[in-house]
């Protein structure tokens, strides 16, 4: 069983950061990637960033200047740095882990408003 608990998302003003954490703990298999995604209520989650098992990222196109993942292999822990914020930056964030399967954590909520 894997868990993945998310934290660091909150109000923010627009141009504003915030840094979202997601520690990894249990039985992780061969770790393929590791990455975040963002649902939007009534909508599918969408791939915002996404870094492998040897550091490859990738990130959705209006992520790409912006936020920046990355994770600590020693802590099993993955970030999303999120500057100059946007009020359509709103959204809930989930952390996913694929290790062979998918694994999601809770999701947190990311407010950019004035």
């Known amino acids: 069983q894997v868990q993945l608990v998310e934290s660091g998302g909150g109000l923010v003003q627009p141009g504003g950061s915030l840094r979202l954490s997601c520690a990894a703990s249990g039985s992780i298999q061969s770790l393929v990637a590791m990455g975040w995604y963002r649902q939007d209520p009534g909508k599918q989650r969408k791939l915002v960033a996404l870094?492998?098992?040897?550091?490859?990222?990738n990130y959705a196109d209006y992520a790409k200047d912006r936020f920046t993942i990355s994770r600590d292999s020693a802590k099993n822990t993955l970030y999303l740095q999120m500057d100059s914020l946007k009020p359509e930056d709103t959204a809930v964030y989930f952390c996913?882990?694929?290790?062979?399967?998918?694994?999601w954590g809770q999701g947190t909520q990311v407010t950019v408003s004035s």
């Open positions: 870094i492998t098992a040897e550091g490859g990222t």
């Open positions: 996913m882990l694929s290790d062979g399967h998918l694994h």
